[in-house]
């Protein structure tokens, strides 16, 4: 049976960064897109749960939906396919997910959903906004799909990886580095301006710079024109602080009252 793929990214289904991907896989595998309807940058994981999601199809063929990144993965999975994708890849995203950025992100987001649900799943973003040297990005997205096929990592076991790709022409990308995510520094002051009702208006400022730069994370690495590839989990937990907090709020119960 040939491989069956599903492609997702949070531009947007005419996004040309969904169309490069989509067409940099379409001879590997059986290929379909599920993605959003508008631009769902930064929705993470969100859900939609107090208004009903409607799947339409497109000219391009590709299907979409009034939600999420993450809805588009969770009706798909859940009953609107009626098969089980081997791998979920999602992008390509016009602009970085690194460090921090992974958190917010749609297009990491989409991808999570699939791992939720035990399939694998792969996140590509390019370093820049702009789509400059998109056609570098798709050819370097379809020779890690390849490569992933190839060394039979596409099976029962689900796993998350992030990847960004700088915006360099294709023979200008150095191989690929495993890294760990880097850091950013808090984000800039929020932009505020008077509507013309003479009410105040807010925007969300800009990501912070790198904070965490160092050898071995995302940053660094694209900085020297690597492409970076990142494992991600799901786990919150803080574990090496686990006794710390155990031993803190020892006695703690409903209702108790802190000694004096």
């Known amino acids: 049976m040939p491989m069956k793929i599903l492609i997702c ?38 859900l939609t749960l107090n208004a009903p999601l409607y799947v339409h199809q497109g000219a391009n ?3 979409y939906v009034n939600g999420t990144p993450a809805d588009c993965m969770h009706i798909a999975l859940t009953g609107l396919l009626g098969y089980r994708p081997d791998l979920v890849v999602s992008g390509i995203n016009n602009g ?13 987001g989409a991808a999570m959903e699939a791992y939720l649900f035990g399939v694998p799943a792969v996140a590509f973003s390019q370093t820049e906004k702009g789509w ?22 596409v099976g029962d076991a689900p796993w998350l990886l992030n990847v960004n790709i700088p915006n360099l022409p294709l023979e200008q990308l150095k191989p690929a580095k495993v890294c760990r995510l880097g850091r950013r520094h808090a984000a800039e002051r929020v932009i505020t301006m008077d509507s ?3 009410e105040t208006m807010y925007w969300i ?31 919150l937990t803080d574990h090496p602080r686990l006794a710390h907090w155990t031993d803190l709020l020892a006695g703690v119960s409903g209702g108790s009252r802190p000694a004096a």
Do not use: C
């Open 9 to 46: 990214n949070d531009d947007g289904y005419q996004a040309p960064g969904v169309a490069a991907l989509y067409e940099a896989l379409k001879d590997v595998a059986e290929v379909e897109v599920i993605a959003p309807e508008q631009n769902n940058s930064a929705k993470s994981n969100a």
């Open 61 to 63: 063929g590709f299907r």
């Open 96 to 108: 970085a997910n690194m460090g921090d950025d992974t958190i917010y992100s749609g297009t990491v």
């Open 132 to 153: 400059q040297h998109l056609d570098a990005a798709g050819a370097t997205a379809r020779a890690l799909v390849l490569q992933l096929m190839q060394r039979h990592a």
């Open 196 to 198: 013309p009702r003479g």
């Open 205 to 235: 400022g800009g990501a912070g710079a790198a904070k965490d730069g160092a050898d071995g994370t995302d940053f660094h690495a694209t900085a020297q024109g690597h492409v970076s590839i990142t494992p991600l989990q799901v786990d």
